[in-house]
């Protein structure tokens, strides 16, 4: 099936050179929408972190939300991380939970414990009093992505020019913050409004999907290459619950920032049952989690899709010998078909060695050639 997304995204990218140089395009978006490339493009979920020296540099002095809010440190973390690794793509540095702000819930991020929102939602009384109508406060986002795109105009060495991400939480793992006030185990009160109520929970999904669209909206007009939607938890979900209470809402979104002229990849972890679902959102690229061989969640996706992954990120603590095995063992399951991004599973945890990261992207660079 034609993408028929592919020119415009291109040259969306191709806009972006300054005028008088050539460059071959980028070789992340061409295999997000299974065009051939020279050889298998890589980036890293967390790519900044914790794992990093130069990002603990910059979070003694600032907290994450601070990062997130001042443009020119976001930024720079941004672009700090794909400079070190290497990588093809920079995906900004912001959080999933900042929409929640402007839709006037509180939260922090405490050390040891992740995300709190202080009052959780658990009533149709508070869906309804969520905001929507302040997505012009997050415009700091798409102030840094301006920044990232600016440095990152000229194309590289070779010619490629850096893919740039922005993202967004989806429906389903950001009203699980919202109702369990936190990270969660067994997502009781989500799932227990989710059955319940069938006003709140559809509600909700709604109210989501249109910040989430204005929010995607502001990062591409300022130079977002694709979006990537992070349904982290949804594998906390049946296939039935699945179709039945998040695939609506979810496909709405994928569509409509489709519309805004820019690929999607969906990602999530523990999906190997929900994959054929998630790939009817009609998302560009799946994200795949280390749990699934690559080659057999490309089929359960269909041949309608690029995919993105899969190395377990906890192989980065491995001997060499066996790093180096499964990243070849990855790559030998994409077998060098169009429209497969490296990534890892799940995002780098902190403690991770750096030179154990900047060595995978190497071999990835070398095996990967077409
Ligand atoms: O390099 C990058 O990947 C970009 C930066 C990025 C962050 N959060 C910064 C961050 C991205 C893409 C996210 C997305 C995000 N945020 C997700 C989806 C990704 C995933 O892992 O599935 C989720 C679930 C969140 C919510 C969130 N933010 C949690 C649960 C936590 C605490 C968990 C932890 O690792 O401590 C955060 C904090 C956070 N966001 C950190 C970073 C670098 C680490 C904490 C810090 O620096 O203080």
Redesign the pocket.
């Known amino acids: 099936m034609e993408n028929p997304l592919s020119p415009a995204s291109l040259e969306r990218v191709a806009a972006r050179r300054p005028t008088g140089t050539v460059a071959a395009g980028s070789r992340f978006v061409q295999a997000c929408l299974r065009q051939p490339v020279d050889r298998t493009p890589v980036w890293l ?6 794992y990093m020296p130069e ?1 603990m540099a910059v ?1 003694k002095h600032h907290s ?1 939300l601070d990062i ?1 809010r001042t443009p020119e440190i976001a930024a720079e973390v ?1 672009i700090t ?1 794909a400079q070190r690794l290497g990588v093809d793509a920079a ?7 900042l929409p929640f702000t402007p839709m006037g819930l509180d939260f922090e ?1 405490l050390a040891g414990e ?2 709190v929102v202080h009052v959780p939602v658990r009533t149709a009384e508070q869906v309804r009093a969520l905001r929507i109508d302040r997505v012009n406060e997050l415009s700091y986002v798409a102030h840094a992505i301006e920044k990232v795109v600016a440095h990152f105009a000229a194309p590289r060495e070779d010619g490629d020019q850096l893919g740039i991400i922005g ?1 967004c ?1 989806a429906p389903f ?1 950001l009203a699980s ?1 919202m109702i369990e006030g936190g ?1 969660s185990r067994n997502y009781v009160e989500t799932k227990k409004l989710m059955y319940s109520d069938n006003v709140a929970w559809p509600l909700l999904m709604e109210k989501l999907v249109t910040v989430l669209v204005g929010f995607a909206q502001q990062q591409v007009e300022a130079g977002a290459d694709v979006i990537q939607i ?1 349904d ?2 949804v594998g906390a979900l049946s296939v039935t619950d699945y179709r039945r209470y998040c695939l609506p809402a979810t496909t709405e979104l994928v569509r409509r920032i489709q519309a805004l002229g820019v690929p999607v990849i969906y ?1 999530g ?1 523990d999906t190997a049952s929900l994959l054929p679902a998630m790939s009817e959102t009609g998302a560009d690229v799946i994200g795949l989690d280390w749990r699934v061989p690559l080659d057999a969640g490309w089929k359960a996706v269909g041949g309608g899709c690029a995919v993105q992954g899969n190395l377990d990120p906890i192989t980065l603590f491995a001997p060499e010998d066996v790093l180096k095995d499964r990243v070849r063992e990855v790559l030998a399951a994409a077998a060098g078909r169009p429209g497969h991004i490296f990534n890892l599973g ?2 780098i945890v ?1 403690g991770t060695p750096v030179e154990n990261v900047i060595k995978v992207v190497e071999w990835i660079k070398e095996y990967g050639a077409q």
């Not at 979920?45 to 914790?50: K, N």
């Not at 995906?91 to 939970?97: G, R, S, V």
């Open positions: 979920l967390r790519q900044a972190g914790r990002y979070r994450l997130c941004t991380a995906i900004i540095f912001a959080d999933l939970l991020f992740g995300p993202f939480g793992t913050y990270s992070f982290s938890w990602f972890v799940h995002g902190p």
